[in-house]
């Protein structure tokens, strides 16, 4: 979808090293600086139960928030010689998203809703930059600021729905899994019996953490190795069953190592390994992915050149 034009140009860019001398003065950047102070003061409370959250003893799933923030100011500084080429002009639409933003933080304060008060500071900072440097440079900096949104814990209710399906879910198939190699396996709700153990699919093996980690990390991987945006949809969205497939795969594999060898050896340095080793083994996934989807593209290219 395309922005819409940008309207009241400050002034077009003037060429120079940085985005300074491409239409913005200081009195303006000092006046964006000083609305970011602002909000940050305004949700401190809102950020202090956000880092309660992320580092929360149990909850690994956002571990990787606190570092969203650094790593958009890398891609913006990357494109830093892009950037200063193109105009800088204020945007209506840019103003729209920003009083949506404001109006979504008021409902978040209203209502002390900690997710509603988060994607309305995200959107809120979006908006300010698209407000003040227009439809042309927040295309390129849309990615970066987007991540901001990676930082934001799912609700609890939500957060604990699907931890309760992605148990029963990894349960079946894992179990299916096991079946395969004709083990005698059978399932309980989240609870897989084997001969002489039961193995609990409990929160911590729903892979909702590696589903989480996974999906950020297909996000930037995506924007990096893809230009194409359905390539990169496909990248992201690939993620899912990726990390399902996967923390299926390490539940049946710690229940035969369970049955053939030992409980202990499965409850082990195996339990506790095999977590980083599956995540490993689904971004090695997702770079044959990536190699795939360029191996299609420039299969089409050719058989499309004389025609275009």
């Given at each position: 979808?395309?922005?819409?034009?940008?309207?009241?140009?400050?002034?077009?860019?003037?060429?120079?090293?940085g985005l300074a001398s491409a239409g913005l003065g200081v009195g303006e950047y000092a006046s964006i600086a000083g609305f970011i102070l602002l909000l940050g003061v305004l949700s401190f409370p809102l950020w202090e139960m956000?880092?309660?959250?992320?580092?929360?003893t149990g909850n690994e799933?956002?571990?990787?928030?606190?570092?969203?923030?650094?790593i958009a100011i890398y891609f913006i500084w990357d494109r830093r010689a892009e950037l200063a080429r193109l105009p800088v002009r204020f945007s209506w639409a840019g103003f729209a998203c920003f009083l949506c933003g404001a109006l979504i933080f008021v409902a978040g304060k209203i209502g002390a809703d900690r997710f509603t008060g988060q994607v309305a500071i995200a959107t809120l900072l979006i908006g300010l930059v698209w407000t003040h440097f227009g439809n042309a440079?927040?295309?390129?900096?849309v990615f970066p600021l987007s991540l901001l949104y990676l930082m934001i814990p799912i609700p609890?209710?939500?957060?604990?729905?699907?931890?309760?399906?992605?148990?029963?879910?990894?349960?079946?198939?894992?179990?299916?899994?096991?079946?395969?190699?004709?083990?005698?396996?059978?399932?309980?709700?989240?609870?897989?019996?084997?001969?002489y153990t039961q193995l609990e699919v409990a929160e911590a093996?729903?892979?909702?953490?590696?589903?989480?980690?996974l999906i950020t990390?297909?996000?930037?991987?995506?924007?990096?190795?893809?230009?194409?945006?359905?390539?990169r949809l496909v990248l992201v969205l690939s993620?899912?069953?990726?990390?399902?497939?996967?923390?299926?795969?390490?539940?049946?594999?710690?229940?035969?190592?369970?049955?053939?060898?030992s409980v202990k050896a499965a409850e082990g340095f195996f339990h506790s390994f095999a977590g980083w080793l599956v995540f490993i083994v689904a971004f090695a996934i997702l770079l044959g992915e990536n190699w795939l989807l360029g191996f299609l593209v420039s299969r089409r290219r050719p058989a499309e050149g004389p025609g275009r």
């Open positions: 979808m395309s922005m819409p034009p940008d309207t009241e140009v400050i002034s077009p860019a003037c060429g120079g090293p956000t880092a309660q959250e992320w580092f929360r799933a956002y571990t990787h928030a606190p570092l969203m923030p650094f440079i927040t295309r390129q900096v609890s209710i939500i957060y604990r729905n699907l931890s309760f399906n992605l148990q029963i879910l990894s349960s079946k198939m894992s179990v299916g899994f096991m079946q395969l190699f004709a083990l005698p396996v059978y399932r309980e709700g989240n609870v897989i019996n084997l001969s093996c729903s892979g909702i953490t590696s589903l989480v980690s990390v297909a996000y930037i991987f995506a924007y990096i190795a893809r230009t194409n945006f359905w390539a993620a899912v069953p990726i990390a399902v497939f996967t923390n299926a795969f390490r539940i049946g594999g710690t229940g035969m190592l369970a049955h053939f060898w």
